[in-house]
């Protein structure tokens, strides 16, 4: 939505944008290498760098990627609409967690905006990585119950800080901290954290990119 509105950096109109994909194989050069395990009408997911930025994106009927950045789907009965939140919602969640926050077993995580797409993938993805504790928030106290459903341990009602709630708690401060919601409350998110904990901001709900 971000990029729709002409914010994005690194983004000139007109342009095809969409960096995410799903979708089925309809040609393919047979001497690429990584081709052979992918016959034409494999489904197919793909992702990769500077799709919708630097070559036209997945919001095109067709969209031409290297071999290398796509994966497989032969055996699945799983509808395209849940296959699509695969390199959309998993891997961006992956990539934040794994690669951007290092997470390890046995650390505790807060997820600020949990209840969006992402927040709800990564306390399940946290959850299933080791996670000693989760903590997430919400605007609306009405979804507490919805997080803690997915899996989370707590719940904070989010009105712009919530560094005081965080320490008050049983459990104190962070280890890791996934800020989803961006640049408005990235100040108080890291404070959220322990000494030398780590903040990685994957999202920008709040609408501003700096």
């Known amino acids: ?8 950096p690194g983004v000139q109109f007109p342009r095809i944008i969409g960096i995410e994909c799903i979708g089925t194989i309809a040609a393919h050069h047979a001497s690429a290498p990584g081709t052979s395990g992918l016959p034409i009408g494999t489904r197919v ?28 789907f032969p055996q699945t009965s ?12 998993f891997q961006t969640t992956w990539g934040a967690l794994v690669k951007g926050l290092d997470f390890k077993r046995g650390e505790s995580l807060l997820i600020r905006g949990a209840t969006s797409s992402i927040g709800i993938c990564a306390i399940q993805m946290a959850r299933y990585l080791g996670a000693s504790r989760i903590g997430g928030t919400t605007r609306s106290e009405a979804r507490s119950s ?13 009105g712009g800080s919530i560094e005081a709630d965080v320490s008050a708690s049983s459990g104190g401060k962070f280890d890791k901290i996934l800020e989803l919601v961006g640049t408005t409350t990235l100040r108080d998110s890291a404070r959220c954290a322990v000494e030398m904990g780590t903040v990685c901001m994957a999202g920008i709900q709040g609408g501003e990119w700096s």
């Not at 799983?78 to 919602?89: D, G, H, R, V």
């Open 146 to 158: 919805m997080l803690k459903d997915h899996g989370a341990d707590e719940v904070y009602v989010d």
């Open 78 to 89: 799983l509808p395209i609409a849940t296959l699509a939140s695969l390199p959309e919602m």
């Open 1 to 8: 939505m971000f990029t729709r509105q002409g914010h994005s």
């Open 45 to 72: 997911a793909t992702c990769m760098g500077g799709l919708g930025r630097e070559i036209p994106g997945s919001y095109a009927e067709y969209v031409c990627v290297p071999a290398e950045n796509v994966r497989s």
